[in-house]
């Protein structure tokens, strides 16, 4: 078990990670490429994107098209923004409607 500290980042206490950061603090500083300033401050969530159906439905045709006209599931993945296993989900579901 690891010890616990004062994030120095967030200030909050919980399990130490490393270089002084809780894990949620260490994350975001690796995502970031390590910067000697320290993790970037976590996204609001009231500022990440909302999908809704109608924008899955969109995002599922717009891959199929994709994977029609010969892009990979990860070229069709980065072009949509969305994840690999997104994709690999959007794929499943195509060749199941496919196989019908």
């Known amino acids: 078990m690891s010890r616990r500290i004062r994030c120095r980042c967030c200030g909050q206490p919980g399990p130490h990670k490393g270089h002084g950061y809780r894990e949620a603090c260490w994350r975001r500083w690796v995502a970031a490429g390590r910067p000697d300033t320290g993790p970037p401050a976590p996204v609001d969530p ?55």
């Not at 069709?76 to 959007?90: E, G, I």
């Open 46 to 100: 009231a500022d990440r994107p909302f999908r809704t159906r109608a924008d899955a439905d969109t995002l599922r045709t717009k891959f199929a098209d994709l994977r029609t006209a010969g892009h990979t599931v990860a070229a069709a993945a980065m072009q949509l923004q969305v994840s690999r296993a997104t994709a690999y989900r959007y794929e499943t579901a195509r060749k199941k409607e496919t196989a019908a």
